[in-house]
């Protein structure tokens, strides 16, 4: 069983910068692989970004890539989501998600409660 408990969003404007942390309970944190998602007003959810259990293999969806970078602290037990130059439509719900999948086949089995991020045009 692991909890997730995510932080670090808000209002910011376009061009700007937010770092998400999701911290994490329990003692088995390296073996997860973790993930980013969100979900939009009125859209369904959608992956952002994956990260391995080491932390060597990263996966970004199109429109994040080179502007978002997710991070892992296997010592600290978190998962970080660096989001710069950040545009309207990144506005959404963020939630952080742990998996027993392989990064490029990430199947959360585990939810946070969710982030809310507004970019201001």
């Known amino acids: 069983q692991v909890q997730l408990v995510e932080s670090g969003g808000g209002l910011v404007q376009a061009g700007g910068s937010l770092r998400l942390s999701c911290a994490a309970s329990?003692?088995?944190?390296?073996?997860?692989?973790m993930g980013w998602f969100r979900q939009g007003p009125g859209k369904e959810r959608e992956i952002v970004a994956t990260i391995s259990w080491s932390g060597g293999g990263t996966y970004y969806r199109e429109s994040v890539k080179g502007r978002f970078t997710i991070s892992r602290d296997n010592a600290k037990n978190t998962v970080y989501l660096q989001m710069n130059n950040l545009r309207p439509e990144d506005t959404a719900v963020y939630y952080c998600?742990?998996?027993?999948?392989?990064?490029?086949?990430?199947?959360?089995?585990?939810w946070g409660q969710g982030t809310q991020v507004t970019v201001s045009s």
């Open positions: 329990g003692r088995t944190f390296s073996s997860y692989t």
């Open positions: 998600a742990a998996s027993n999948q392989a990064y490029v086949r990430f199947a959360p089995a585990y």
